[in-house]
């Protein structure tokens, strides 16, 4: 019977992990988490969660969200606006 060259890769990641595949620090994960600002997590017994996916998917929302990397939300792309001639 063949025996497998590696073991098989995780589809979940702990909150300690998830940090360190984001870069960040778990204090500031755990931050996110309480007050639901970071990627979507979930409970599974009494460990918190995160899906591989679900945070690609953040990362990709948060660049599309930030101006710095999406030109089409770049103040200096947009034509001025003119003024409105209300009265004072």
């Given at each position: 019977?063949?025996?497998?060259?590696?073991?098989?890769?995780?589809?979940?990641?702990?909150?300690?992990?998830?940090?360190?595949?984001?870069?960040?620090?778990?204090?500031?994960?755990?931050?996110?988490?309480?007050?639901?600002?970071?990627?979507?997590?979930f409970r599974m017994g009494?460990?918190?969660?995160?899906?591989?996916?679900?945070?690609?998917?953040?990362?990709?929302?948060?660049?599309?969200?930030?101006?710095?990397?999406?030109?089409?939300?770049?103040p200096k792309a947009q034509?001025?606006?003119?003024?409105?001639?209300?009265?004072?």
């Amino acid at each position: 019977m063949p025996q497998p060259s590696s073991a098989p890769e995780a589809a979940f990641l702990n909150l300690a992990k998830a940090a360190e595949y984001l870069g960040i620090s778990p204090n500031t994960l755990y931050v996110w988490r309480h007050r639901r600002q970071g990627p979507p997590s979930f409970r599974m017994g009494r460990r918190v969660m995160y899906r591989i996916t679900a945070l690609d998917a953040w990362v990709c929302a948060q660049e599309i969200a930030d101006s710095r990397s999406n030109p089409a939300l770049n103040p200096k792309a947009q034509k001025p606006q003119r003024r409105s001639m209300a009265s004072k």
